[in-house]
């Protein structure tokens, strides 16, 4: 049953997600009738992964807090690092968004910079341990029984199970969270600015009223360039991030000996050179999400 | 790369964390870092109290203590001066005893000198006239030449 093991086999099985979704025949996780899922399909692993990952985040930042919190304590080293996160965040914050005080701000620029953090290092875990892990205990717990018909049919093998481990590198995930900023900078626009000077600043813009169909044109694809560009550059850095991964994985398996060797030791420049870009990247969508919710707030006339 | 209702979720599962974050976690972690900065502030600013008023202390435990030097000079002096005037005055007074004790003595032994003088001239007038007498016998008497030997115990 399991097929042959190929080069092309093993790279699409790593950038295929684990989908759910609603077909004819009803709900079904089974990766051969993903083509008549539609839009109505759920990527399970990159929610599960970033779900998984933000309760972390919030169970950590919980935890490490002592629960009645007292100024003449020492804090602790826990205490100090999420303190520390924080004043990061927060120096962000007061640098990009200035005077106008939101109290969503930093609160939000907190949970996107760590809960990306987070998800951007499963890249780190080594790209064959979570998937393989996750498909034998698929195939453990439901593997398909050809003498019985027991289990899910699908699961012929550890192999038939996809798993992706890293949310970041699922579009659905990035612009998802790029969806959740832009919702909040058209009701900032809407509530700061008011909607007929936010319409104002949509059509009234490079070219004054007697050219409002071009300006709006041209301010809408600037507008919704936004939160496109925002999703698609986390995706684009860590899917890249993800593919020269499995590429290196590649050298190791499918190749002599002597390219192994050196697939390791590349495996470790590039795991090394990737901390800064998982770094890099949950920065970049903190600091933009900051700057385009302060440009919400810009209330002055251009 | 398919687009499909995973960004929605994606997208709910979002606002759930950032109100969670918002509600719940990011509001005690700024009140506990704002209150921890307000107590080291206030311990500073109490510190430096602190050491204003220990210059103060100081600077009047100097001063006291300057004082108190100056005072215990003062002391001494006097204490020095009493100590040299008791001193002179028992000296002299000792002096004057002295001189008194010498004149006194020196009296007693003029009269004692005297007194065996006297005594001496008595005895020495007392032999000469019964001499005399036994010398001369009844040529001389007593009464006849009384003037006589009264003049010669003037001049013993």
């Known amino acids: 049953m399991a097929s042959e093991l190929t080069t092309e086999s093993y790279i699409s099985h790593h950038l295929t997600n684990l989908t759910c979704g609603k077909t004819p025949d009803g709900w079904t996780c089974n990766p051969y009738m993903v083509d008549q899922m539609g839009f109505w399909a759920f990527h399970v692993d990159s929610l599960l992964w970033s779900v998984l990952l933000g309760s972390i985040f919030v169970l950590v930042f919980k935890m490490a807090m002592p629960k009645k919190i007292d100024p003449n304590s020492v804090p602790t080293k826990a205490q100090n690092f999420i303190e520390m996160c924080i004043e990061f965040v927060d120096d962000n914050v007061q640098s990009l968004f200035g005077s106008s005080k939101n109290p969503l701000i930093a609160p939000l620029a907190l949970t996107v910079f760590v809960w990306i953090l987070l998800m951007n290092l499963m890249d780190l875990v080594p790209v064959d341990f979570l998937p393989v892990l996750a498909g ?22 550890p192999e038939s199970l ?34 007929k000077a936010f319409l104002a600043e949509l059509t009234l813009h490079p070219f004054g009223k007697w050219l409002i169909p071009v300006n709006f044109i041209l301010e809408m694809v600037n507008f ?3 939160p496109i560009s925002l999703g698609l550059r986390l995706f684009g850095n860590l899917y890249a991030g993800e593919m020269i991964f ?3 994985a590649l050298m190791l398996f499918f190749s002599s000996i002597p390219v192994g060797i050196m697939g390791f030791g590349l495996h470790l420049v590039w ?3 990737h901390i800064l870009i998982v770094a890099l990247q949950a920065f970049i969508f903190m600091a933009l999400t900051i700057a385009y919710l302060a440009m919400a707030h810009e209330t002055e006339e251009h | 790369m398919n687009i499909n209702a995973t960004l929605i979720a994606q997208a709910v599962v979002m606002i759930v964390f950032v109100a969670i974050c918002w509600r719940y ?7 506990a870092m704002q209150e921890r900065q307000k107590k ?6 109490a510190a430096k109290k602190a050491d204003d008023s220990l210059e103060e202390a100081k600077l009047a435990y100097e001063k006291e203590l300057d004082q108190a030097k100056s005072e215990a000079a003062a002391i001494l002096d006097k204490a020095n001066a009493r100590a040299s005037q008791i001193v002179n005055d028992a000296t002299s007074k000792a002096d004057v005893e002295a001189e008194k004790i010498m004149a006194s003595a020196s009296t007693t032994i003029e009269n004692e000198t005297n007194k065996a003088r006297e005594e001496l001239r008595q005895q020495m007038s007392d032999i000469i006239i019964d001499t005399t ?7 001389i008497s007593n009464e006849k030449h009384e003037a006589i030997l009264k003049k010669a115990a003037q001049e013993l």
Do not use: C, R
């Not at chain 1, 992706?164 to 700061?192: E, Q, R």
């Open chain 1, 246 to 248: 499995i590429l290196i």
């Open chain 2, 25 to 31: 976690i990011y509001p005690p972690i700024v009140a």
């Open chain 2, 133 to 139: 007498q036994k010398i001369l016998d009844d040529e």
């Open chain 1, 224 to 226: 919704i360039a936004k």
């Open chain 1, 271 to 273: 795991a090394l050179f």
């Open chain 1, 162 to 195: 996809y798993f992706k481990v890293v949310p970041t590198t699922d579009p659905n995930i990035t612009l998802g969270m790029a969806f959740g900023v832009f919702v909040l900078i058209i009701y900032y626009s809407m509530v700061v600015k008011g909607p």
């Open chain 2, 40 to 45: 080291i502030s206030d311990g500073l600013e």
């Open chain 1, 136 to 157: 034998h205990i698929a195939y453990a717990l439901f593997g398909f029984n050809e003498a019985t018909g027991g289990g899910v049919e699908w699961i012929k093998g």
